[in-house]
């Protein structure tokens, strides 16, 4: 990480890492968000803002696999780090299972908060086949986890959806859950 | 947010050096600082990322203790098979904070150290005492609702958030400190956190430029351990009050007992009081009523949370009842 200094106030970043499987080399004043840095650096506006201030869920991305808020991070941090955002979950035209199961169950009504709860359902179905516990199993020593509706709801519970399309939402991930549990 | 410049570090020592510099600040899963430096109440002028350090490892310890790094996220913790078996009110606490994605990215030493979430610490209008040293404290005759019955002071009745710091309270974890001068030196938590009294701005005993490295966990006492949290909502909640209890039972009466609440002071609240109302004690519901008025027997509400007092005792004896599986019975 070298630093130049522009101005006498703002000192501009060098970072470089991976946005969908792409290197990227990056200038930015070190106080952008990794989500400023998506949308207004690389104009990959599929990943939302909404609250800023990771509550909504609406921002997230993987970082190495995991879900992450990313208006709660700062893009110079994560120097060769991997991400993913809604628009590198599949190649091309194809659709992730999880996006085909939020059409097929009309798991949205404005769709504003849909790239997020994608993303975010990636990552839970892989924490869930980790055997991570969450709030609501019975017993945290468990190494088997069943995706009830109740855990997907909990684990779920970092992504808002103001349309309320929640039960649809817990459809569509039961429905790729029982394909990826398997 | 306010202009800084930005470093990582990749070694203690380095660390140690960055951070000696006036308006540093470390950062490390950033959830809570960025939070707090997009509303200004949190002004660095230089950040050191710490988030590289080699300090993520659980690691077994030969006393049968488990030692965490400070840089593991809050999730794998959480996931961690040791922890789950042997410590899982611990595992429990940390499930019931923040979110899947923050606890994926929020760190161990970052919980700890995060900030109280009155609403007037939030509000850079509003009189605090813990953001401007001197101001008043908007609280103490504002909506509080949310805030302390114990411990409190005229200057500060703000509470600790966190979960996980109450069951590491009931655990008796260790805070290991890395000092400017690369010497380590331990902290049990109860001493860690300071209470508000007339400096509600100072939160622990950390000097300037340490930096938390672990957290030390003795080995579990023997009993069940149970985390409890009651919250206005059902998940991704701060808790009104939440109940750490560890019992252990023989014959039907108390042989071990640990109680902590979270939510009712400024640091993580060990009761001395309400354990030693429980040990050798008979396992009944009568008993734990008495633990509860003893846990409480110097709580003051300040209006909107007067009934956070009535709800400790509640929420305790329904815990420790859950936890030592006899004694159910209704309150009197």
């Not at chain 1, 946005?19 to 968000?33: C, F, H, I, M, Y």
């Not at chain 2, 660095?44 to 790094?69: F, M």
């Not at chain 2, 114990?150 to 000092?179: F, K, N, R, W, Y």
């Amino acid at each position: 990480m070298d630093t130049v200094t522009k101005s006498p106030t703002v000192a501009i970043s060098h970072v470089a890492l991976t946005v969908n499987g792409q290197p990227q080399r990056l200038e930015l004043d070190p106080r952008t968000s990794l989500l400023d840095a998506l949308r207004e650096h690389l104009h990959l506006t599929g990943t939302k803002k909404g609250c800023d201030h990771g509550q909504c869920g609406a921002c997230t991305v993987l970082i190495n696999d995991r879900r992450i808020n990313s208006c709660l991070t700062l893009a110079v941090m994560h120097e060769h780090d991997d991400v993913v955002t809604i628009e590198g979950l599949s190649a091309a035209e194809a659709l992730h299972p999880l996006q085909a199961a939020f059409i097929e169950r009309d798991a949205f009504q404005c769709g504003y908060c849909t790239p997020g709860q994608i993303c975010s359902a990636v990552g839970m179905l892989a924490e869930a086949k980790a055997g991570w516990p969450s709030h609501v199993t019975p017993d945290v020593a468990s190494r088997q986890i069943a995706l009830s509706d109740a855990e997907i709801r909990e684990r779920m519970s970092g992504n808002i959806c103001r349309c309320a399309a929640y039960p649809n939402i817990v459809a569509a991930i039961r429905d790729v859950a029982e394909e990826t549990l398997r | 947010m306010k202009p800084f410049t930005y470093e990582r570090v990749t070694d203690l020592r380095a660390a140690t050096a960055a951070v000696s510099r006036t308006g540093a600040k470390f950062i490390s899963g950033g959830t809570n600082l960025l939070d707090l430096m997009k509303l200004e109440i949190e002004q660095p002028t230089h950040l050191v990322d710490i988030s590289r350090l080699l300090l993520k490892q659980v690691e077994d310890l030969p006393d049968g203790g488990i030692r965490i790094g400070a840089q593991a996220t809050n999730s794998e913790v959480a996931g961690d098979p040791r922890v789950r078996a042997r410590y899982p009110a611990l595992a429990e606490a940390l499930l019931a904070g923040a979110s899947g994605q923050l606890r994926n990215k929020a760190s161990i030493g970052g919980n700890l150290l995060q900030r109280t979430r009155c609403s007037y610490f939030y509000d850079t209008a509003a009189a605090c005492n813990k953001r401007t040293p001197g101001a008043g404290c908007a609280a103490l005759r504002g909506v509080n609702r949310i805030h302390a019955i114990l411990g409190a002071s005229d200057a500060c009745i703000a509470t600790h958030p966190s979960d996980m710091a109450v069951v590491m309270s009931a655990l008796e974890a260790q805070i290991e400190l890395l000092e400017p001068n690369q010497s380590i030196r331990c902290v049990a938590i109860d001493d860690f956190y300071r209470l508000p009294g007339s400096a509600p701005h100072i939160e622990t005993v950390m000097r300037p430029g340490e930096m938390i490295t672990g957290v030390v966990l003795p080995p579990p006492p023997p009993g069940r351990q149970l985390y409890r949290k009651v919250r206005d909502r059902a998940s991704y909640e701060f808790a009104l009050v939440s109940v750490a209890v560890i019992i252990a039972t023989e014959r039907e009466t108390i042989t071990t007992a640990r109680v902590a609440f979270g939510a009712v002071a400024h640091k993580p609240w060990r009761s001395i009081d309400a354990e030693a109302a429980l040990k050798g004690r008979p396992a009944t519901f009568a008993t734990y009523q008495a633990a509860a008025n003893a846990a409480m027997r110097s709580a003051a509400g300040y209006g909107h949370n007067d009934f956070k007092i009535e709800l400790a005792k509640r929420t305790l004896c329904r815990t420790l009842a859950d936890a030592a599986q006899i004694g159910i019975g209704r309150p009197t």
